[in-house]
T-cell receptor, first 118, second 109 residues
Framework: ETGVTQTPRHLVMGMTNKKSLKCEQH?????MYWYKQSAKKPLELMFV???????ENNSVPSRFSPECPNSSHLFLHLHTLQPEDSALYLC?????????????????FGPGTRLTVL | SQKIEQNSEALNIQEGKTATLTCNYT??????LQWYRQDPGRGPVFLLL?????KEKRKERLKVTFDTTLKQSLFHITASQPADSATYLC????????FGSGTRLQVQP
C-alpha cells in the first residue's frame, strides 16, 4: 500500500469511551502531523512530530494524546471527548519539518477519520 | 500570527469557463504559498507551490499567481470541467502549513 493510510475511516464514540486513531505513511518521510477539520473552518494543526519527537502542540486539550512510536506510524489516543470534538481528523506526512522559517516541503494527507462523539 | 483568507466560500461556473479563486494573507510575507485540492470526505492533495520571486506558475490547466505587494495569490483553472469540482485550499508554507478555509468550486455541465 502506498501513500498515507488512516484507520478507522469512521468512528462513533461516547463521551466516556477511549479510542485510538492510527496513521501510517509509506513514503519514507521524517515528519508527521495531525489536523482537525470542522465544518466550514480551516484545517487546524494539532500536533507535529519530527523524527519521532513531538515538536509542536498547538494548545490541544489533554483529552487528545498523540503517540509516534516510529517515523512511519502516528496515533491519536482519545478519551473523554466532547461532542464539539466531532470532526474529520487528518494525518499528513512530509519529507522534513524545518521548524523555523519558510519551507518548500509539501504535505501528503491520508483520507481522514470521520469522528462523531455522542 | 499570520492569517490567510479565501474570500469566496463557494464559486459556481459553467463548464469550459475559467475559474479564478483568491487567497489573501496578512501579518506575514511568506516565501512560498501552496495550493491543495480536497474532495468531500478525503484529505487534501497538493497541486502547486509558488515562490515569492515567481510571478506565475503553470501546470496543465492550472495557473497560480503570487503578488507580494497585494499579499494575494490567484488560482486559475482554464477550460474547467465538472471533474474540477472540489474545494481548493491555499496554505502558507511556514513551519507547518497554515491553511485558508477553502473555496468550494462547482463546475456545471
Amino acid at each position: 500500500e502506498t501513500g498515507v493510510t488512516q484507520t478507522p475511516r469512521h468512528l462513533v464514540m461516547g463521551m466516556t469511551n477511549k479510542k485510538s486513531l492510527k496513521c501510517e505513511q509509506h513514503l519514507g518521510h521524517n515528519a508527521m502531523y495531525w489536523y482537525k477539520q470542522s465544518a466550514k473552518k480551516p484545517l487546524e494543526l494539532m500536533f507535529v512530530y519530527s523524527l519521532e519527537e513531538r515538536v509542536e502542540n498547538n494548545s490541544v486539550p489533554s483529552r487528545f494524546s498523540p503517540e509516534c512510536p516510529n517515523s512511519s506510524h502516528l496515533f491519536l489516543h482519545l478519551h473523554t471527548l466532547q461532542p464539539e470534538d466531532s470532526a474529520l481528523y487528518l494525518c499528513a506526512s512530509s519529507q522534513e519539518y524545518t521548524g523555523t522559517g519558510d519551507s518548500t516541503d509539501t504535505q501528503y494527507f491520508g483520507p481522514g477519520t470521520r469522528l462523531t462523539v455522542l | 500570527s499570520q492569517k490567510i483568507e479565501q474570500n469566496s466560500e463557494a464559486l459556481n461556473i459553467q463548464e469550459g469557463k475559467t475559474a479564478t479563486l483568491t487567497c489573501n494573507y496578512t501579518n506575514y510575507s511568506p516565501a512560498y504559498l501552496q495550493w491543495y485540492r480536497q474532495d468531500p470526505g478525503r484529505g487534501p492533495v497538493f497541486l502547486l507551490l509558488i515562490r515569492e520571486n515567481e510571478k506565475e506558475k503553470r501546470k496543465e490547466r492550472l495557473k497560480v499567481t503570487f503578488d507580494t505587494t497585494l499579499k494575494q495569490s490567484l488560482f486559475h483553472i482554464t477550460a474547467s470541467q465538472p471533474a474540477d469540482s472540489a474545494t481548493y485550499l491555499c496554505a502558507l508554507s511556514r513551519r507547518a502549513l497554515t491553511f485558508g478555509s477553502g473555496t468550494r468550486l462547482q463546475v456545471q455541465p
